[in-house]
Protein backbone atom coordinates (compact mmCIF):
# COMPACT_ATOMS: atom_id res chain seq x y z
CA UNK A 1 0.00 0.00 0.00
CA UNK A 2 2.74 2.46 0.66
CA UNK A 3 3.98 2.33 -3.08
CA UNK A 4 0.41 3.89 -4.06
CA UNK A 5 0.89 6.47 -1.76
CA UNK A 6 4.32 7.56 -3.01
CA UNK A 7 3.21 7.52 -6.39
CA UNK A 8 0.46 9.62 -5.87
CA UNK A 9 2.98 12.11 -3.46
CA UNK A 10 5.18 11.87 -6.27
CA UNK A 11 2.68 13.12 -9.37
CA UNK A 12 1.43 16.11 -7.01
CA UNK A 13 4.81 17.39 -5.70
CA UNK A 14 6.33 16.71 -8.94
CA UNK A 15 3.88 18.93 -10.58
CA UNK A 16 3.63 21.34 -7.62
CA UNK A 17 7.33 21.84 -7.00
CA UNK A 18 8.80 21.32 -10.53
CA UNK A 19 6.61 21.82 -13.42
CA UNK A 20 4.05 24.66 -12.00
CA UNK A 21 6.97 25.64 -9.35
CA UNK A 22 4.74 26.73 -6.38
CA UNK A 23 2.56 28.70 -8.62
CA UNK A 24 -1.02 27.99 -10.01
CA UNK A 25 -4.36 29.27 -10.40
CA UNK A 26 -5.88 28.71 -6.93
CA UNK A 27 -9.93 29.50 -8.37
CA UNK A 28 -9.49 26.56 -11.36
CA UNK A 29 -8.54 24.28 -8.80
CA UNK A 30 -12.44 24.26 -7.16
CA UNK A 31 -13.67 25.26 -10.83
CA UNK A 32 -14.39 21.78 -12.37
CA UNK A 33 -16.31 22.81 -15.81
CA UNK A 34 -14.16 24.87 -17.83
CA UNK A 35 -11.24 25.49 -15.72
CA UNK A 36 -7.54 24.76 -16.36
CA UNK A 37 -6.91 21.42 -14.32
CA UNK A 38 -10.05 20.43 -16.30
CA UNK A 39 -8.39 17.32 -18.48
CA UNK A 40 -10.12 14.40 -20.80
CA UNK A 41 -13.31 13.77 -19.31
CA UNK A 42 -12.14 14.72 -15.78
CA UNK A 43 -8.88 12.78 -15.07
CA UNK A 44 -5.70 13.88 -15.45
CA UNK A 45 -4.12 11.86 -18.42
CA UNK A 46 -0.74 11.47 -17.18
CA UNK A 47 -1.13 11.13 -13.94
CA UNK A 48 -3.94 8.17 -14.73
CA UNK A 49 -1.00 6.75 -16.89
CA UNK A 50 1.87 7.27 -14.59
CA UNK A 51 0.26 5.27 -11.66
CA UNK A 52 -0.89 2.91 -13.28
CA UNK A 53 2.84 2.13 -14.69
CA UNK A 54 4.66 2.46 -11.50
CA UNK A 55 2.13 0.61 -9.25
CA UNK A 56 2.73 -2.30 -12.02
CA UNK A 57 6.63 -2.17 -11.67
CA UNK A 58 6.10 -2.36 -8.07
CA UNK A 59 3.27 -5.02 -7.49
CA UNK A 60 4.09 -6.95 -9.92
CA UNK A 61 5.82 -10.40 -8.68
CA UNK A 62 7.56 -11.55 -11.96
CA UNK A 63 9.92 -9.08 -12.42
CA UNK A 64 13.68 -9.75 -11.14
CA UNK A 65 14.68 -8.62 -7.69
CA UNK A 66 10.70 -7.72 -6.80
CA UNK A 67 11.88 -7.76 -2.87
CA UNK A 68 14.40 -5.17 -3.04
CA UNK A 69 11.68 -2.90 -5.05
CA UNK A 70 8.39 -3.67 -3.15
CA UNK A 71 11.01 -3.39 0.20
CA UNK A 72 11.94 0.39 -1.03
CA UNK A 73 8.35 0.71 -2.45
CA UNK A 74 7.81 4.38 -1.18
CA UNK A 75 10.96 6.06 -2.82
CA UNK A 76 10.93 3.89 -5.95
CA UNK A 77 7.22 4.57 -6.79
CA UNK A 78 7.90 7.98 -5.44
CA UNK A 79 11.11 8.92 -8.03
CA UNK A 80 9.60 6.65 -10.90
CA UNK A 81 6.81 8.88 -11.09
CA UNK A 82 8.20 12.32 -11.28
CA UNK A 83 10.42 10.46 -14.05
CA UNK A 84 7.37 9.28 -15.96
CA UNK A 85 4.77 11.90 -15.00
CA UNK A 86 6.99 15.12 -16.15
CA UNK A 87 7.88 14.22 -19.48
CA UNK A 88 3.87 13.09 -19.97
CA UNK A 89 2.97 16.50 -18.93
CA UNK A 90 5.36 19.19 -20.62
CA UNK A 91 5.16 16.76 -23.69
CA UNK A 92 1.63 15.91 -24.12
CA UNK A 93 -1.04 17.17 -21.55
CA UNK A 94 0.11 20.79 -21.41
CA UNK A 95 0.74 21.08 -24.74
CA UNK A 96 -3.12 19.59 -25.28
CA UNK A 97 -5.03 20.48 -22.68
CA UNK A 98 -3.25 23.92 -21.66
CA UNK A 99 -1.73 25.61 -24.18
CA UNK A 100 -2.31 29.37 -22.65
CA UNK A 101 0.28 27.88 -19.95
CA UNK A 102 3.60 29.55 -20.86
CA UNK A 103 7.66 28.30 -19.92
CA UNK A 104 9.77 25.15 -19.19
CA UNK A 105 10.88 22.83 -16.37
CA UNK A 106 13.94 24.41 -17.21
CA UNK A 107 12.76 28.46 -17.28
CA UNK A 108 10.97 29.11 -14.11
CA UNK A 109 8.19 26.43 -14.61
CA UNK A 110 4.45 26.27 -16.33
CA UNK A 111 2.53 29.42 -15.70
CA UNK A 112 -0.51 31.75 -16.83
CA UNK A 113 -0.31 35.20 -18.28
CA UNK A 114 -2.70 35.36 -15.03
CA UNK A 115 -0.24 33.84 -12.59
CA UNK A 116 2.82 35.54 -13.67
CA UNK A 117 1.02 39.22 -13.05
CA UNK A 118 0.05 38.28 -9.90
CA UNK A 119 3.71 36.64 -8.95
CA UNK A 120 5.59 39.73 -11.38
CA UNK A 121 7.33 37.54 -13.51
CA UNK A 122 7.45 38.85 -17.33
CA UNK A 123 6.26 36.74 -19.72
CA UNK A 124 7.64 34.50 -21.20
Known amino acids: MVGCWG ?11 LIRR ?3 EL ?4 WSRGGRFRYWRGINPAAFI ?3 IVEFIIYAPFIPYHDII ?5 LLSFLLSGLIYVP ?9 YQPELRGSVFKGGYASNEV ?6 KET
Not at 7 to 17: H, L, M, P, Q, T
Not at 88 to 96: D, E, G, R, S, Y
Not at 116 to 121: I, K, Q
Request: aromatic residues 24%; without cysteine; charged residues 10%.
Open 7 to 17: SVEGIIIFDYA
Open 22 to 24: FRF
Open 27 to 30: TDVF
Open 50 to 52: TFI
Open 70 to 74: FSNSW
Open 88 to 96: LMTQWVIPK
Open 116 to 121: LTVFNN
